[in-house]
């Protein structure tokens, strides 16, 4: 008979406040797997499942519901990291097509990424734009999605200095991500082009372009024309 392992609940599965828990599986690598199971298999009482880059915050309808939620939550966590590594967060995927973003491969910073990576500009465009990304989670202001990729091979480091003011569209990389800043603000990415496209509208439903789980494809205009 097997056991389910036990999981150390001080780590796990902790309160965020009443109404809330914060998961933390034993391997980054399986947030995507455990918001997947709590989308594909929804806990009564639970409100919303917002996964980030080593936790899920899942939110609660209410005070009375907590007990029962967290002794499942606690059982979803302990099923998830029992299975093998080999789901990473990009598992986190609904059945949609990706979503197309326009870009216009003119970043300042797209032949300082060239030289870091040991690549030509248009190369990194191609690898760029040949890659299926996807949403692993979203932060740092509404709308800015933290893009991961399987067959994005690169990791490029932040800027030594950051920017005071990157405009609102700008496409940039850091680490093994990518993202497109929603609005003027500060940051340390390094920028390769811009988009049109607008990632976070009030006057849309939902007013994001690109939620959590959602795929992307960046297609080069120019290319394109």
Known sequence: MSRTPRIREETAVRCAGDRAFLLTPDDPERVGRLATELAGRPVAGVVDVLPAAETVLVTLDS????????????RIVAAVSATK?????????PATEPVPIPVRYNGPDLDTVAALLDLRPDQVI??????TWQCAFVGFAPGFG???????RYSVPRRDTARTRI??????????????????????WQLIGTTASAMWDTDRDPPALIRAGARVRFVDVDAAS
């Open 146 to 152: 933290y893009l991961t990729a399987a067959d994005w």
């Open 167 to 188: 405009p609102a569209g700008s496409v940039g990389l850091a680490g093994g991500w990518s993202a497109v800043y929603p609005r003027v603000t500060p940051g340390g």
């Open 126 to 131: 191609a690898a760029h734009t040949a890659a």
């Open 63 to 74: 005070v009375r519901s907590a007990p029962r939620v967290r002794r499942e939550l606690e």
């Open 85 to 93: 590594a080999d789901v990473s967060r990009g598992t986190f995927t």
